[in-house]
């Protein structure tokens, strides 16, 4: 079965159609900056103009960067606000004509991991985070998705965490590779404190560099590994969505 997979990120708004047995994109990502303000109408604007540029129609898996429950955005940490309790899977399906599941973000890719990377065969309690705008979390019992949970939003030295330890924290703040691992070494600490996962799999942008800062994570006893999609992992799990259960 193949359907059209689409990330909607901070920066960029990406997709591409997918092969959903196999995890493959069949054709190379297009990827168009995300509209300032990120309000829904121009968001639903460049989706339509991405199912146009591949001539798609069938089944549209979307991405959110917020919590999503029966296609209605209920949280949008980095987006307009106007997008809180909105029909969003309605809006997008009036925008493409097609039919539309929206999901969060960090749970696509985790699905995608779990399916495809990092996750493949790994049982117990295994926590997908990414490192991007913000800290997504996609936590999975015995392979099963735990959906919309949000660890990134967990309290830390009084702050939001990742408004201390996302890849933007870094950028913003300057960070370099040490203090920035030091940072994210401290929310693991947390997070192992409140999950004890058996895995731990980092991805978001920054898990392409993932050799300058995943060794110097040495506070945890869960394992760590880097996500194995990199950036495909969140048009992947949207495609995958269309035929699965994830809400
Ligand atoms: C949002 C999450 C999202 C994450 C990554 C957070 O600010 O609350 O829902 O998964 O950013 O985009």
Redesign the pocket.
Known sequence: MHALGIDIGGSGIKGAPVDVATGKLLTPRQKIPTPRPAVPDDVAGVVKQLTSSFSWSGPVGITF???VTNGVTR?A??LDPAWLGLDAAALFGRATGDKVRVL???DAAGVAEMTFGAGVGEKGTVLML?F?????SALFIEGLLVPNT?F??IEIRGHDA?TRASERAKELHDLSWGKWAGRVDEYLQHIEALLSPDLIIVGGGISKQSEKWVPRITGIRAGIVPAALLNDAGIVGAAMATSTGTR
């Open positions: 960067p917020g919590v949280t940490a980095n969060n973000d960090a990414t991007g705008t913000g800290i997504g949000e990134g939003h990742e």
